[in-house]
């Protein structure tokens, strides 16, 4: 019997793999959900659900069909992009991503979604361990020099962002590379040159693609930053011709309608938007506008809507580490608006505890405690705030009014004055704030 009991196994433990095999069910794949409203209008959205809806067959058919995986993430990441559903389609693009890289971990393509994805999380450690790991299997390609690029920005690692995307224009001078170039110069002092560069990443693109007019409504801001209302409302009306209804070309008519003090037409702006696409910031900026207009409930309505919106995703993040939006920044700001301050110092910690370096997080740090009157502690995080010499106005009279409190009011003036020439139509409370400073000075 000795010589059967060898076979007999080899036989069982071979119907038992094929057991497995045969019941052992494909990774599921998420689907396409429908866009609705102005979103669902027009020829793009048929040509969207025919790539997505063939890349799907593709997957039925072959489920280890990696290049259709990874082509799809990038599809679900871009419809993120344009609905702002980003809860269900970042997740999605992820859970693709991983699938692919489980069999393949040094896919290249694969590789760059990820980082990019985890950059868009705001999970920027992760993204920058994620993109080092892409460039060591591609050292040629631009497109992971750009994340590279985006990483040690939000890092606060601004001379070697500065390396990548020199590196980045070196390989391939594009839409993508002009963009990085832009930032790195606003936040480096040099608006005209910020603004020529986005001019060049425009030219660069094709009119009415997503990632062109969100180039162009960047420079509608660069020019909103820099006081030119009338060019800064040419280039959003510019993106809503090329792609109508775009949702952050008609937030921006809204900030240049709200910079006249026109703020009936500019909240008709901001509804529109928030109508058309998931964004808290939509809500944000409606509750000043509220405000504004003296519709106080309202104006807490929307503040309320913007905490609701911020919670939900950090929650999420909370309780994924791999995945949900680190929102924390935003949670601050719009703590601030509810008068809710230890809140608002709460997140703004946890927000500068994952970047110390990034002077976005310092601002924050040092606007919370100037609102909680600790003026020697807000001084400290300007400090930092403005190690690279912006000259964002926002960042100068905010400042400026910590510098006058600390006791040093011809430099808080200087300041003040300094973002009022740049802007005149800074953020109004702002202004007003710093206004009242100088006419008691």
């Known amino acids: 019997m000795r010589k059967y009991f060898y076979p007999i196994l080899l036989v069982l433990f071979l119907g038992f793999v094929a057991v497995i095999f045969l019941t052992q069910k494909p990774d599921p794949v998420p689907t396409l959900k429908e866009r609705h409203g102005d979103l669902a209008a027009g020829g793009e959205?048929?040509?969207?659900?025919?790539?997505?809806?063939?890349?799907?067959?593709?997957?039925?058919?072959?489920?280890?069909?990696?290049?259709?995986?990874?082509?799809?993430?990038?599809?679900?990441?871009?419809e993120a992009r344009v609905t702002?559903?980003?809860?269900?389609?970042?997740?999605?693009?992820?859970?693709?991503?991983?699938?692919?890289?489980?069999?393949?971990?040094?896919?290249?393509?694969?590789?760059?979604?990820?980082?990019?994805?985890?950059?868009?999380?705001?999970?920027?450690?992760?993204?920058?361990?994620?993109?080092?790991?892409?460039?060591?299997?591609?050292?040629?390609?631009?497109?992971?020099?750009?994340?590279?690029?985006?990483?040690?920005?939000?890092l606060g690692r601004y001379p070697e962002a500065v390396r990548m995307a020199d590196k980045m224009n070196q390989v391939r001078p594009d839409l993508r590379s002009y963009t990085r170039v832009s930032y790195l110069r606003e936040i480096h002092g040099d608006l005209p040159g910020a603004i020529e560069a986005m001019q060049m990443a425009v030219q660069a693109g094709y009119a009415g693609l997503e990632q062109t007019e969100w180039a162009r409504v960047m420079l509608g801001h660069l020019y909103e930053t820099s006081g030119n209302l009338g060019q800064a409302e040419q280039q959003y009306q510019l993106a809503l011709t090329a792609r109508p209804h775009y949702a952050y070309a008609l937030a921006g008519l809204g900030r240049v309608a709200q910079a006249r003090q026109n703020y009936a037409a500019a909240i008709k702006y901001l509804q529109e938007a928030r109508l058309t696409v998931k964004d808290y910031a939509f809500a944000d900026e409606l509750a000043d506008l509220y405000q504004q207009n003296q519709q106080p409930a309202e104006a807490r309505q929307m503040a309320r809507e913007a905490i609701t919106m911020l919670a939900a995703a950090a929650n999420e993040a909370d309780?994924?580490?791999?995945?949900?939006?680190?929102?924390?920044?935003?949670?601050?700001?719009?703590?601030?608006?509810?008068?809710?301050?230890?809140?608002?110092?709460?997140?703004?910690?946890?927000?500068?505890?994952?970047?110390?370096?990034?002077?976005?997080?310092?601002?924050?740090?040092?606007?919370?405690?100037?609102?909680?009157?600790?003026?020697?502690?807000?001084?400290?995080?300007?400090?930092?705030?403005?190690?690279?010499?912006?000259?964002?106005?926002?960042?100068?009279?905010r400042a400026g009014l910590i510098a006058t409190k600390n006791g040093r009011p011809a430099e808080g003036q200087a300041l003040i004055k300094q973002a009022l020439a740049i802007n005149p139509y800074l953020s109004l409370d702002l202004a007003e704030e710093g206004r009242k400073l100088l006419a008691v000075r």
């Open 319 to 397: 309780e994924n580490e791999a995945m949900g939006h680190y929102a924390d920044r935003e949670l601050a700001y719009a703590y601030l608006k509810t008068g809710e301050l230890d809140k608002a110092l709460e997140h703004a910690q946890i927000e500068y505890e994952r970047r110390p370096d990034n002077i976005d997080a310092c601002e924050t740090m040092a606007w919370v405690y100037y609102k909680r009157g600790e003026y020697a502690t807000a001084e400290k995080f300007m400090k930092t705030a403005r190690r690279t010499n912006s000259q964002n106005p926002m960042l100068l009279c």
């Open 84 to 154: 702002g559903d980003h809860p269900y389609y970042d997740t999605a693009a992820m859970q693709l991503l991983d699938q692919a890289l489980r069999q393949e971990p040094e896919n290249f393509e694969a590789l760059c979604c990820k980082a990019s994805l985890c950059l868009t999380q705001h999970h920027f450690s992760e993204g920058l361990a994620v993109a080092e790991k892409a460039v060591a299997v591609n050292s040629r390609n631009a497109f992971v020099y750009g994340l590279l690029c985006d990483a040690n920005v939000e």
């Open 45 to 78: 959205w048929l040509n969207t659900k025919a790539a997505i809806n063939g890349l799907l067959a593709r997957l039925r058919a072959k489920p280890n069909d990696n290049q259709a995986r990874v082509l799809l993430a990038e599809a679900y990441m871009q």
